[in-house]
């Protein structure tokens, strides 16, 4: 049974900074040969992805949040991480954490808002 628990989100005003973090736990799989990734779901609308690092570190980020967020993992501590700076309020959204593009957290909202 794959866990995964995001953390770090909260309010914070345009144009800060977040970290979120999702912590990995509870399988039987080599976390680091896992695509990881952070999606987010807007009030109202569709969960959309945010960014994705792969086993081999390559990168892939929307098109809304790049050159703002970066993503990076920790395969010892089977932990990934995102970044979020100059935040914006379209950025309002709860943040899932994924792995392998099946499993998925449980969500942390983040509000971005004066």
């Known amino acids: 049974q794959v866990q995964l628990v995001e953390s770090g989100g909260g309010l914070v005003q345009p144009g800060g900074s977040l970290k979120l973090s999702c912590a990995a736990s509870?399988?039987?799989?080599?976390?680091?040969?896992?695509?990881m990734g952070w999606y987010r779901q807007p009030p109202g609308k569709q969960r959309e992805l945010v960014a994705e690092?792969?086993?081999?570190?390559?990168?892939n980020y929307a098109d809304s949040v790049r050159g703002r967020f970066a993503i990076s993992r920790d395969n010892a501590n089977k932990m990934v991480y995102l970044q979020m700076n100059a935040l914006k309020p379209e950025d309002t959204a709860v943040y899932y954490c994924?792995?392998?593009?099946?499993?998925w957290g449980q969500g942390t909202q983040v509000t971005v808002s004066s």
């Open positions: 690092i792969t086993a081999g570190g390559s990168l």
């Open positions: 994924n792995l392998g593009r099946r499993h």
């Open positions: 509870g399988y039987a799989y080599i976390f680091g040969d896992y695509i």
